[in-house]
Nanobody
Framework: QVQLVESGGGLVQPGGSLRLSCAAS????????MGWYRQAPGKQRELVAT???????VYSDSVKGRFTISRDNAKNTVYLQMNSLKPEDTAVYYC?????????WGQGTQVTVSS
């Protein structure tokens, strides 16, 4: 089974940037669409970015224009570049399969945007 490990989170000031990584202990089939999800305190987990097997990307309105999802199949890794961060981006960020049955969730990585 693929095991997902998120990393790259931390504390950043508003307007700053972070790059999150999602590494898999097993191989992520290239046909899998993958996504980044986030969950803020008291909120439901939401899908914020998706990348398909063909490289097409979809973003939620809240992050569109600021976040970029990408994947490196050779490194078996999915990335989320986050720019112009806002306090409302504060959440635990997770990666997982999109548009299909989810894999087991990892621990996620905490992103805190604060002055």
């Amino acid at each position: 089974q693929v095991q997902l490990v998120e990393s790259g989170g931390g504390l950043v000031q508003p307007g700053g940037s972070l790059r999150l990584s999602c590494a898999a202990s097993g191989r992520i089939p290239t046909i899998y669409a993958m996504g980044w999800y986030r969950q803020a305190p008291g909120k439901q987990r939401e899908l914020v970015a998706t990348i398909t097997s063909g490289g097409s990307t979809v973003y939620s309105d809240s992050v569109k224009g600021r976040f970029t999802i990408s994947r490196d199949n050779a490194k078996n890794t999915v990335y989320l570049q986050m720019n112009s961060l806002k306090p409302e981006d504060t959440a635990v960020y997770y990666c997982n399969r999109a548009r299909a049955t989810m894999l087991n969730w990892g621990q996620g990585t905490q992103v805190t945007v604060s002055s």
